[in-house]
């Protein structure tokens, strides 16, 4: 598919694509797999949400199908994920096997109905073999998203069958899927079944994000058709918000080219993909919490995460390397250049409104919005209510066994949140280089930057006040507010806004609370 139009795949097709077709081959990014899938081999891909593991499944099947002497299927437990039930797990995926092979000619797989209901998939996959000569290349997709019970139920019968297979010298390769971390936990409740499977002495494989050379084969082929190009910073910056994703990619790519007027032709610059960003993570943020509000229920990934979004550098003490593990394993965070910080920003922005979520049911039913003349904002007043809400209602001392450094600031984004509604947006200021829980509020075309601080001492130094500066002036705009989250304060005590001396044409207002 290297340099041609996207591939239209049809309905029926187990493999599809349900968003968007791909246009480059994964087995490029995978040097060797398809061989050693050819010569029996088992392994096990390992990599983040969004990485592209489905996509790699999928393409590799294509692949190895494509020869007669193989047949590829491809069985995804993600749609497993509402069965509790071992045996209902057991019976679909024996279901789901049956659907896969149907989608080649001259498989002719068995019913599954009564290998199912009989003698499960221990049986039935063995039985499919006997349907030809051919190499059975199995393609197990997220083998760690079924919920427990059905987990280590399917886990244990497919690792059985393809041991009873394997002996029974049957022609069998695989290639297994599963977020980051699972080898350690040994499939994840079964480690009888995982030691006697081929799986346990399985190649470990990891799906790199993708790089320079990945993005310029995609803005080659397919979107090459409006002779369009990219300058090297626009690149560059599709790679920092995808965050090497390639469904992120391929969506970011489509969603700056149809911002473009009619007719363009030239070069787009880092500014529109940049706009195209925030579009894409205003649009696709709400698709993602639901996913995550599960796992960051965890008070083991909230510690991580909240630590994370502040960007002091420090995991809080009660956070372990297991924790640490679990938020990679999940796709919540990347561990690039030795630095932990979510995969991508559109990740940030729905982790930020997950966490933020729990303070909704603290806040006011109706917010006013103050406006100054001119529809804008009223910053002042606005923070100023804000102020007098925290001091009341979430503000707990640093001894309490609640407190934690970021409450102030999640609460501030849930705050703002409600309080724009649908008139505006409120996103994380994740390209202004802090790394910190900045919000940037933008409301009827104009920018509210508004920074963060959780410390014990004060916050005005003239290196951050000329730092904040800085940040401002890449928004294009002329003030700016610092909320000042001092944990050891007087506490219900509200205290007026400061304004800071004008810096290089700026001005900075702070607030304590």
């Known amino acids: 598919?290297?340099?041609?139009?996207?591939?239209?795949?049809?309905?029926?097709?187990?493999f599809r694509e349900p968003l968007f077709p791909y246009a480059l081959k994964v087995a490029g990014r995978l040097p060797g797999v398809l061989e050693s899938l050819a010569q029996g081999a088992f392994l096990l891909l390992e990599a983040p949400r969004l990485a592209g593991k489905t996509m790699a499944l999928k393409d590799l099947a294509r692949e190895l199908s494509a020869s007669p002497a193989n047949l590829a299927v491809y069985v995804p437990l993600r749609a497993l994920g509402g069965e509790s039930d071992p045996a209902a797990?057991?019976?679909?995926?024996?279901?789901?096997?049956?659907?896969?092979?149907?989608?080649?000619?001259?498989?002719?797989?068995?019913d599954p109905g009564p290998y199912a209901r009989r003698r499960g998939l221990a049986d039935y996959l063995p039985k499919v073999l006997e349907t030809g000569e051919r190499r059975l290349?199995?393609?197990?997709?997220?083998?760690?998203?079924?919920?427990?019970?059905?987990?280590?139920?399917?886990?244990?019968e497919i690792f059985l069958a393809l041991a009873r297979a394997q002996e029974g010298g049957r022609r069998l390769s695989a290639?297994?899927?599963?977020?980051l971390g699972f080898a350690e936990t040994r499939a994840g409740g079964a480690p009888d079944a995982f030691a006697r499977s081929p799986l346990a002495s399985a190649r470990l494989i990891s799906l790199p994000p993708w790089g320079p050379d990945d993005l310029k084969l995609l803005l080659d082929g397919p979107f090459a058709k409006r002779a369009i190009s990219f300058?090297?910073?626009?690149?560059?910056e599709l790679l920092y918000f995808s965050g090497g994703s390639p469904g992120l990619t391929v969506k970011l790519?489509?969603?700056a080219l149809e911002s473009l007027p009619p007719g363009f032709q030239g070069e787009l610059g880092a500014d529109r993909v940049d706009r195209a960003s925030r579009l894409l993570i205003l649009e696709r943020r709400g698709n993602f919490l639901g996913p995550l509000l599960h796992p960051l229920a965890d008070a083991r990934v909230q510690r991580v995460m909240e630590a994370v979004l502040l960007g002091d550098g420090a995991l809080p003490a009660a956070a372990t390397m297991e924790d640490v593990g679990l938020c990679l394993g999940l796709g919540l965070l990347s561990?690039?250049?030795?630095?932990?910080?979510?995969?991508?920003?559109?990740?940030?922005?729905?982790?930020?409104?997950?966490?933020a979520h729990r303070f909704a049911l603290a806040l006011p039913r109706d917010l006013e919005i103050p406006f100054r003349a001119g529809k804008r904002l009223d910053m002042g007043v606005l923070l100023l209510n804000f102020q007098a809400f925290f001091l009341e209602t979430v503000k707990v001392p640093p001894s309490s066994p609640d407190y934690s450094p970021s409450h102030g600031p999640l609460a501030l984004a849930a705050y703002l949140q409600k309080a724009l509604g649908e008139e505006g947006t409120l996103l994380s200021e994740y390209g202004l280089g802090r790394r910190r829980l900045d919000l940037l509020l933008t409301r009827e075309g104009r920018n509210y930057p508004v920074f963060t601080r959780v410390a014990a001492q004060g916050p005005h130094s003239p290196t951050l006040l000329k730092n904040l500066a800085a940040r401002l002036d890449r928004l294009r705009a002329t003030e700016g507010w610092l909320v000042y989250f001092n944990p050891v304060g007087s506490g219900s005590s509200p205290k007026p806004p400061f304004a800071a001396e004008k810096i290089e044409g700026r001005t900075i207002y702070w607030l304590e609370c």
């Open 1 to 14: 598919m290297d340099g041609d139009a996207p591939q239209v795949l049809e309905r029926d097709d187990p």
């Open 231 to 236: 300058s090297p910073e626009a690149a560059e």
């Open 175 to 179: 290639l297994f899927s599963a977020r």
């Open 335 to 355: 561990d690039k250049d030795s630095t932990l910080a979510p995969t991508c920003p559109l990740t940030r922005e729905a982790i930020l409104s997950a966490l």
């Open 89 to 110: 797990a057991v019976a679909a995926t024996a279901s789901l096997v049956a659907e896969s092979l149907a989608a080649f000619p001259g498989a002719a797989p068995p």
């Open 253 to 255: 790519v489509s969603r």
């Open 137 to 156: 290349a199995l393609f197990l997709d997220d083998i760690d998203s079924p919920p427990a019970p059905a987990r280590e139920a399917l886990v244990g």
